[in-house]
C-alpha cells in the first residue's frame, strides 16, 4: 500500500515527518518497506500549448512532430512518441536544461530528422506515478508558463507499506491514518463520518431493488443512483495525483472517485452503467453453464460457488472481485449505479483464486472490510459525483443488511498486564479501545 504524506496529513493534522510516522508504523507493527520522496528534484517544466502536430513515419513506429507554444520562450517543435493529445491541449514540457527525477538532464537533440527541442512529460517522468502510456494533459485553464512543479505541488513523500493478511484495514489511508494518530495522541477525525454503522435513510424499496439470496455470502448490500453524469468531466489534477502517487491509473471522473473513495476508506466500490442494467440487482451464486466477460476482456465460465451480481440478463459481475464487460462504465455513461457492499472473506478469496483473477477489490475484501463501512463510502461517491460530475443524486437508497448483532465483548483491565508484563492503568486500557474505534 503506498500512502502520499500529503494524504495521511489531510486526515490527521500535525503529523512530524514522514521519516519519523514510518519509524511509528513500524513500532505498532506494520512493515515500512520504503520511504519514497518524489517531486523534490523537478526544475525547468513549465506548461505549454500544443500549437501543431505532424506525423512522421518511421519503419519501427510513428512519432509526432509536436509545436508547442511556451511563454515567453515562443514556440518550439519537440518530438514525442504519445499519441493521448491533441492541437489545444495543455501539457508539461520539459525545456532544455530542465531537470527531471533521478537527475535527468534535458537537452536538444536531433532525432527523427527533426531538432527535438525539450520533451512533453508523462506521469511517470515527472515521478508522480508510473503511467508511461501517455502525456499528462492538463485542465484547458491552466496558465501557460507557469513552473509545473509548484502548480501541482509536486513535492511529497510516499510511504510504501507492506500490510500484513491479518490487517486488512491497512489497506486505506484511514487505517494508516488512525494507527499514525494513536502513535502521536493526535486527533484522529474519521474520514467516513459518525454513525457510520447507521442504516440509511432510504430503503430497498426506495432506492434501486436489490434481491440478497444469500445472505451470509453477502451481509450487506447499498445501493445509491446518480444521473446527469457529464461525460466531459474530469477529474480535478490534485486528485489523479493522489492517485498515481497511490499507484493507481486515473481513468475517468466516476473510475477515479470509486478508486479515490477505495485508497482513502478501505471499502472497494463498483459503478455500474444503469443504463445498460435489466432488472433488479440479484446476489446470488452462479448456476451451471453460466459465464461472464469481465473487464479485462477475458470470457469465464463461472463455477457454482462463485457469488456474482446478476441482473435479468444473467451475471453482470464477480462479486467482490471484478465487474462485467457488458455493464461498464463508458465515456457515454450518464447514469451511475454505485455498489457498497460486504462480502464474505473466504467467498471472494477462493473465486479470485479460482479464476486467477486477483484484484485491488478482492485483495481488500479476502483480508476483512469494515461492514459498517458501505453506507458512509457510498454517501461519499455521490457526493463527489455531484461535486465533479455535475450529477444528480436520485431520492431513495438502498440499503440491504442482513449483519449480526454486535457482540458485547467483556474485557478484564487486568488482562493486558497479565499478558505483556507490565502495568497498564486503567484509563490507558480504555482510551487504546477507544483510539481503534471501540465504544466502551
Keep these: 500500500m503506498k500512502i502520499p504524506m500529503s494524504w495521511l496529513r489531510a486526515t490527521v493534522a500535525g503529523l512530524p515527518s514522514a521519516k519519523v510516522v514510518a519509524e511509528a508504523l513500524i513500532r505498532a507493527g506494520f512493515e515500512v ?9 523537478i526544475a525547468g517544466v513549465v506548461v505549454g500549448e500544443v ?4 506525423v512522421v513515419e518511421t519503419k519501427k513506429k510513428n512519432v509526432r512532430w509536436v509545436t508547442v507554444q511556451v511563454p515567453p520562450t515562443g514556440t518550439r517543435g519537440v518530438i514525442c512518441g504519445a499519441f493521448n493529445f491533441e492541437v489545444g491541449d495543455r501539457v508539461a514540457v520539459a525545456l532544455p536544461g530542465a531537470v527531471l527525477p533521478g537527475g535527468f538532464t534535458i537537452t536538444s537533440r536531433k532525432t527523427y530528422g527533426h531538432l527535438s527541442d525539450g520533451m512533453i512529460c508523462s506521469v511517470r517522468e515527472l515521478g508522480i506515478g508510473d503511467d508511461h502510456d501517455g502525456i499528462l494533459v492538463l485542465p484547458a485553464d491552466t496558465p501557460l508558463g507557469v513552473d509545473v512543479a509548484e502548480l501541482l505541488d509536486l513535492a511529497d513523500d510516499v510511504l510504501d507499506i507492506a500490510v500484513t493478511p491479518d490487517r486488512g484495514y491497512g489497506l486505506s489511508v ?3 491514518a488512525r494507527e499514525a494518530a494513536t502513535a502521536f495522541g493526535l486527533a484522529f477525525q474519521d474520514p467516513a463520518g459518525p454513525g457510520t454503522d447507521r442504516p440509511l435513510a432510504g430503503t430497498a424499496a426506495g432506492g434501486y431493488p436489490v434481491v440478497v439470496e444469500d445472505t451470509t455470502a453477502c451481509t450487506r448490500y447499498v445501493a445509491r443512483t446518480v444521473t446527469g453524469v457529464s461525460p466531459q468531466a474530469q477529474t480535478p489534477l490534485g486528485l489523479t495525483q493522489r492517485l498515481a502517487l497511490s499507484g493507481m ?17 478501505g471499502q472497494p466500490l463498483h459503478a455500474f452503467d444503469r443504463a445498460k442494467l435489466s432488472g433488479p440487482i440479484v446476489v446470488r451464486r452462479a448456476r451451471p453453464g453460466e459465464w461472464l466477460v469481465t473487464l479485462d476482456g477475458v470470457k469465464r465460465e463461472l463455477d457454482p460457488a462463485d457469488l456474482v451480481i446478476a441482473d435479468a440478463s444473467g451475471p453482470v459481475a464477480l462479486a467482490g472481485v471484478m465487474g462485467g464487460a457488458a455493464t461498464e462504465i463508458s465515456a457515454e455513461t450518464t447514469e451511475i449505479l454505485i455498489e457498497a457492499a460486504h462480502f464474505d472473506p473466504v467467498v471472494i478469496a477462493r473465486t479470485a483464486r479460482r479464476h486467477q483473477l486477483g484484484s485491488e477489490a478482492s485483495r481488500r475484501f ?10 458512509a463510502a457510498a454517501e461519499t461517491a455521490v457526493r463527489m459525483l455531484i461535486e465533479l460530475t455535475g450529477a444528480t443524486a436520485e431520492p431513495g ?16 483491565l ?9 502495568p497498564y ?12 474505534g471501540c465504544a466502551v
Excluded: Y
Design 33 to 41: 518497506e520504503a520511504v519514497e520522496p518524489v517531486g523534490r528534484d
Design 51 to 54: 500549437r501543431a502536430i505532424e
Design 174 to 176: 484511514r487505517g494508516i
Design 249 to 265: 491509473r486515473p481513468v475517468s471522473a466516476p473510475v477515479d472517485v470509486t478508486n479515490l473513495i477505495m485508497l482513502g476508506l
Design 366 to 375: 479476502e483480508r476483512g472490510v469494515d461492514p459498517a463501512l458501505a453506507p
Design 397 to 412: 437508497a438502498t440499503d440491504v443488511d442482513h449483519r449480526p448483532d454486535p457482540v458485547t465483548i467483556a474485557f478484564p
Design 414 to 422: 487486568a488482562e493486558p498486564e497479565r499478558l505483556g508484563g507490565r
Design 425 to 436: 492503568p486503567a484509563e490507558v486500557v480504555r482510551q487504546r479501545l477507544v483510539d481503534i
